[in-house]
């Protein structure tokens, strides 16, 4: 591991300006940064440790629910709120992972993790999200996990997380504070970016950003399914998710907020398929319009061709579940 | 600053690159927890910390100032054996052992969570408090893998210690 200063921020007020010092990282749970410390994918000059700022807080704000951004994966899926009003967020923490890990990742660490793409984590492979302009190693490579739906010749990775899916499918909010101390907020939809051709951003977070927290809107009706299909059915990442918020009134849908893991470098929203299955008979030939238009510009590259099949079964799955309907 | 390791008080390390896990086994001298990817994908390096278990290796010491951790050898002594470490010996769940300290701080953890509702992936409907099946524990045990495939008297062991709520 590289050498690297320690500081610890005590009050939040003076985290921005820690925090946007050339080579300074945050460190919350330190699952994902520590690990690619030791890897020498990261190489931060210092570490600012905001464990002990007051943001592990799990409060109702409004309608809503605020999770801070230091709350544990743990304490989330563990609170009564939670649970009973948004049990998909619940369902999607407790499908990654481990309970070791949930324990000490966070909110906002989960939200940044960064992609488990082979070449990335490698310092010996191109790859132009770590090392911009080196190539990418997956494009032409192992791409098993990789991307089908938002690529560009630059960038093949997935957002790897579960946590960030549900967020997306419930329209949560993400808080931030920037640098010279307003805050903003931005919908969980649009957090992360694509690729483009800047795959060393993976979201929206500018030098001196720090999530305080996330929104969660008031309760709705309806279903709440998170359906994670992965090589083993515990600890290991998605190869496709599907958070789904499916409400049915008179045999007909009347909401369908769905969200998708492991098929792109964000969590992947598409306002069209809510449009299409809302006012309709469910049905299967229903489902698979649904997933036509999904996976309309869907492309695999070779290893990960599966993913496009796997993708329209998994979203037939899980609405059949939601509504009843015989697979 | 110091962190505390069974009770006792340890100087924490001048070199902020020092894992929990280096730190227990290197400056505390305590090598019953174990390294075995270093990387968060095994759970040999389970240890509790205020109360809830984490792996050793993905943290730093210099982040534990004032917090307590529990090691396997502050759970109990060969003479002394806590009542999970008893049924692990009875059961046999292990072969090499080297997986073993960290499954049995996992364990000792995880019937805490159980007490207190935690749900899991395993749990059917998340709004009730979960009842503690095999399942559930095949499940909330995940984290910690065993190259012996002990798992089967792992599974065992827990199951007895559990339903004698001990
Ligand atoms: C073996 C293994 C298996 C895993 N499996 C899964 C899985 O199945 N599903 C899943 O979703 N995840 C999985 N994870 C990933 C895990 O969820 C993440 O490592 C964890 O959520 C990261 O949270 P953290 O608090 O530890 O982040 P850290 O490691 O502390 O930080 C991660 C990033 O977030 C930044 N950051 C932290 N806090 C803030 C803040 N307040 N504001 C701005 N930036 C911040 C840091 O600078 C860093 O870049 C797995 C991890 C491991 C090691
Ligand atoms: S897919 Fe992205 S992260 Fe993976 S090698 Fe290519 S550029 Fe790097
Ligand atoms: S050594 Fe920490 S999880 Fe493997
Ligand atoms: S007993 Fe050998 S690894 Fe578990």
Known sequence: ?327 | MTLTINDKEYELPSDPRVSLLDFIRHDAGLSGTKKGCDHGQCGACTVIVNGERINSCLTLAIMHEDDAVTTIEGLGTPTNPSALQQAFLSHDGYQCGYCTPGQICSATAMLTEIASGLPSDATEDISTSPKLTDEEIRERMSGNLCRCGAYPNIVAAIREVAEAGL
Request: net charge negative; charged share 25%; proline share 5%.
């Open chain 1, 1 to 327: 591991m590289k050498p690297f200063h320690y500081q610890r921020a005590d009050r939040l007020e003076h985290v921005a300006q820690l925090i946007s010092a050339s080579g300074a990282m945050a460190i919350a749970g330190g699952t994902n940064l520590i690990d690619l410390m030791k890897l020498q994918v990261e190489t931060p000059d210092t570490i600012i440790d905001v464990n002990r700022l007051p943001l592990d807080q799990i409060a109702e704000e409004g309608d809503g629910l605020r999770i801070g951004a230091l709350a544990t994966n743990t304490a989330t899926a563990g609170h009564g709120k939670v649970r009973s009003d948004y049990p998909i967020l619940a369902k999607a923490i407790l499908a990654g992972a481990t309970q070791q890990l949930r324990n000490k990742a966070t909110t906002a660490g989960n939200l940044c993790q960064r992609t488990r793409c082979y070449y990335f984590t490698n310092i010996d492979q191109p790859c132009n999200k770590r090392d911009p302009g080196s190539g990418c190693g997956a494009i032409t490579g192992i791409a098993r996990l990789h991307a089908i739906l938002g690529t560009s010749d630059q960038c093949i990775a997935t957002y790897p997380g579960d946590m960030a899916v549900a967020m997306a499918a419930l329209d949560a909010k993400v808080e931030i504070k920037d640098r010279a101390g307003n805050t903003r907020s931005i919908a969980v939809r649009d957090f992360h970016r694509l690729p483009n051709d800047a795959p060393e951003k993976d979201n929206i977070l500018e030098p001196g950003d720090i999530i305080t927290g996330v929104i969660l809107p008031a309760p709705v009706p309806g279903k709440q399914l998170y359906r994670k299909v992965r090589e083993r059915s515990s600890y290991a990442f998605a190869l496709c998710s599907v958070a789904a918020i499916i409400d049915m009134d008179e045999g007909k849908i009347t909401r369908a907020d769905l969200a998708f893991g492991g098929i792109a470098h964000k969590p992947w929203f598409d306002a069209r398929l809510g449009e299409l299955l809302v006012g309709e008979t469910p049905s299967l030939s229903l489902f698979d319009k649904a997933a036509d238009l999904l996976l309309e510009d869907a492309h695999g590259f070779g290893e990960n061709d599966f993913k496009i099949p796997l993708t329209r079964r998994a979203l037939a799955a899980t609405l059949c579940e939601a509504t009843g309907v015989d697979a």
